[in-house]
């Protein structure tokens, strides 16, 4: 297999223009092929990171975690022990590598929310899962961004059990599309006792995933006619 260094450029989820408001540029990052790459999305909860306090010594966790770019970031910024968790061999293999070369101890490990249930209780969580609506089922080349058919096959279970990942005094912060509900995620987190705020936002023109599914987006209510610009969010919760 053949990896690639690459600046973040816009992937599949968007297109090549202008981001409002602008969003720092994500880490360079080898990926496999294959691997979800770091786009607008994994800058945006980057950015969010970059703002957190982080306890010295934390034990985090990077949830669905691709190229194992925020678990580089949470380990940068001084997290004890750094779990980087995702189905994928190669997102596990990719993040393995950018760690190694960069000298930083993260623990990738394959699996899904169970294997992190398993891991935790965490001081710091942070998750970028698959957000997107999807007319299709998933399969394994899409399931970086497809999550059914209201985006929220990983955003409902992640946000039911976010208080059970969290140590008493520990943070989520999770990044998804205004299009899977927002509103829906505060309101199961705030049903696990955890209090919820916007820490970022961002708006960025369609990709040609995105782009393919208009159609379905709007039959379904999840955009406006004509619409074609997307807004991601990073929320934050503390147990």
Known sequence: MTTSAEPVRPGPLAARSVVHPPVPPAPRMLRLPGVYRPQEDTALLASAIAELTIPAGAHALDLCTGTGAQAITLARRGAGTVLAVDLSRRALASARLNALIRQLAVRPCRGGLARALREGPFDVVVANPPYVPSPAPTVRSTRGWDAGPDGRALLDPLCAAA????????????????????????EQLAAQGLRTSVVQRARIPFGPVLSGRTEFLEAAGLIEPGQRMEELVVLRADR
Do not use: E, F
């Open 163 to 186: 208080g059970t990942l969290l140590r008493p005094g520990g943070t989520m912060l999770l990044v998804q599309s205004a299009m899977a509900d927002v509103d829906k995620s505060r």
